[in-house]
C-alpha cells in the first residue's frame, strides 16, 4: 500500500513542472489578459446646420476674351444630406480679345460693356462622404458634390440665359466652417460678331462657407 502512495506523490512531482511549463507558454494567454484602453473621439457633426452662405474668388475663362479674375457669393440649402439647392452670383471683366491685341485700335467693347455679371439657381447632390487624415489625431469630414442649374448672365450689353454644370471638393475645418474647391461652366449664346455662337466659359474657384 504505501509503495502504491510513494509511486503517486513521485508521479505527481515529475508533472507538476510540466504543467507549469505548459501554462506559461500559452499562446492565448497575454490576449485574453490584455486590458485595452479604449480613446475617447470626439468628431463635429454638422447637424442642425442646414443653411450655408460663402464667398468665393478664383479665375473664369471668357470664351474669346481670355482668363479674368472672378469674384462672388452662394447660398444654399441643404434639403437632406444628400441634395441642396444653390443660388450664386458672380461678377468679372473681359480682357481683350486676339483681335484687338494685333490690331492695336479696334475696341469692340467699351469697358463698361467688358464686365460679365451671372446668376445661378442650381441643384447639387453630394457624392463620396469621407475623411481626410492631418497627422495622428486629426481628420476633417469631406465630400464631392456636382451641380447643375441656370440662370442669366449679363455681358456686352445684352442678358443671355444661361445654364451651369459644376463640380467641387468640400473640406469641413469646423463643424460650421468649410473650405470648398470648386468649377463651374457658365454656358449661353451670344451674337458678338455676327452670329449666333454657344460658348463655354470655365471657371475654377477657392471658396469658405459658413453654416448656420
Given at each position: 500500500?504505501?509503495?502504491?502512495?510513494?509511486?503517486?506523490?513521485?508521479?505527481?512531482?515529475?508533472?507538476?513542472?510540466?504543467?507549469?511549463?505548459?501554462?506559461?507558454?500559452?499562446?492565448?494567454?497575454?490576449?485574453?489578459?490584455a486590458d485595452i484602453e479604449r480613446r475617447?473621439?470626439?468628431e463635429d457633426m454638422l447637424d442642425t446646420?442646414?443653411?450655408?452662405?460663402?464667398?468665393?474668388?478664383?479665375?473664369?475663362?471668357?470664351?474669346?476674351?481670355?482668363?479674368?479674375?472672378?469674384?462672388?457669393?452662394?447660398?444654399?440649402?441643404?434639403?437632406?444630406?444628400?441634395?441642396?439647392?444653390?443660388?450664386?452670383?458672380?461678377?468679372?471683366?473681359?480682357?481683350?480679345?486676339?483681335?484687338?491685341?494685333?490690331?492695336?485700335?479696334?475696341?469692340?467693347?467699351?469697358?463698361?460693356?467688358?464686365?460679365?455679371?451671372?446668376?445661378?439657381?442650381?441643384?447639387?447632390?453630394?457624392?463620396?462622404?469621407?475623411?481626410?487624415?492631418?497627422?495622428?489625431?486629426?481628420?476633417?469630414?469631406?465630400?464631392?458634390?456636382?451641380?447643375?442649374?441656370?440662370?442669366?448672365?449679363?455681358?456686352?450689353?445684352?442678358?443671355?440665359?444661361?445654364?451651369?454644370?459644376?463640380?467641387?471638393?468640400?473640406?469641413?475645418?469646423?463643424?460650421?466652417?468649410?473650405?470648398?474647391?470648386?468649377?463651374?461652366?457658365?454656358?449661353?449664346?451670344h451674337e458678338l460678331f455676327g452670329e449666333?455662337?454657344?460658348?463655354?466659359?470655365?471657371?475654377?474657384?477657392?471658396?469658405?462657407?459658413?453654416?448656420?
Open positions: 500500500m504505501a509503495s502504491w502512495i510513494q509511486r503517486f506523490l513521485l508521479a505527481g512531482c515529475c508533472l507538476a513542472p510540466l504543467a507549469a511549463s505548459g501554462q506559461s507558454d500559452d499562446p492565448l494567454e497575454p490576449i485574453v489578459g475617447a473621439i470626439s446646420e442646414n443653411f450655408e452662405i460663402g464667398v468665393y474668388g478664383g479665375v473664369l475663362g471668357i470664351e474669346d476674351f481670355g482668363s479674368s479674375a472672378v469674384t462672388g457669393a452662394n447660398i444654399a440649402y441643404h434639403i437632406t444630406e444628400d441634395f441642396f439647392v444653390e443660388a450664386i452670383y458672380g461678377i468679372s471683366d473681359a480682357n481683350k480679345t486676339s483681335y484687338e491685341l494685333l490690331s492695336g485700335t479696334v475696341e469692340l467693347l467699351s469697358d463698361e460693356e467688358r464686365e460679365l455679371t451671372y446668376y445661378a439657381l442650381s441643384l447639387g447632390y453630394k457624392l463620396f462622404p469621407g475623411q481626410i487624415y492631418l497627422g495622428a489625431n486629426t481628420a476633417f469630414n469631406t465630400h464631392f458634390y456636382i451641380t447643375a442649374g441656370g440662370g442669366n448672365t449679363e455681358f456686352a450689353g445684352n442678358r443671355y440665359a444661361s445654364y451651369t454644370l459644376g463640380a467641387g471638393y468640400k473640406l469641413y475645418l469646423t463643424d460650421w466652417f468649410a473650405l470648398d474647391v470648386g468649377m463651374r461652366d457658365h454656358m449661353f449664346s449666333s455662337r454657344n460658348t463655354n466659359n470655365f471657371e475654377g474657384r477657392l471658396g469658405l462657407s459658413v453654416y448656420f
